[in-house]
Nanobody, 126 residues
Framework: QVHLAESGGGLVQAGGSLRLSCIVS????????MGWYRQAPGKSRELVAR???????NYQDSVKGRFTISRDNAKNTVYLQMNSLRPDDTAVYYC????????????????????WGQGTQVTVSS
């Protein structure tokens, strides 16, 4: 089993900062990509930032220069530092991890799976 525990959301004024954390527990997955997505009311879930196991990073254009994603593989944790927050950053933020399952590697039949956190609310007031 894989479990994701997010923290760090909250209410902040425009221009403020928040740091999201996501701790991944369980040994069923060889984690490759770790990322953050968000979903605002009435909108589809969208990628915010993603970091691969080799350090490759991609960001949604609207957060470039304001948000920074990082990961600590020893702690199975991914972070999202959010600076210069704007009201349009208001959303529920979800942690996501994906990779090959340990069982599929053992069975020599590699299969990728992904897991989601429960989400943490970020609200930016104007």
């Amino acid at each position: 089993q894989v479990h994701l525990a997010e923290s760090g959301g909250g209410l902040v004024q425009a221009g403020g900062s928040l740091r999201l954390s996501c701790i991944v527990s369980g040994s069923a997955l060889h984690i490759d990509g770790m990322g953050w997505y968000r979903q605002a009311p009435g909108k589809s879930r969208e990628l915010v930032a993603r970091i691969s196991n080799n350090g490759a990073i991609n960001y949604q254009d609207s957060v470039k220069g304001r948000f920074t994603i990082s990961r600590d593989n020893a702690k199975n944790t991914v972070y999202l530092q959010m600076n210069s927050l704007r009201p349009d950053d208001t959303a529920v933020y979800y942690c996501n991890v994906e990779g090959f399952t340990v069982a599929s590697i053992r069975d020599n039949r590699p299969r990728r799976e992904e897991y989601w956190g429960q989400g943490t609310q970020v609200t930016v007031s104007s």
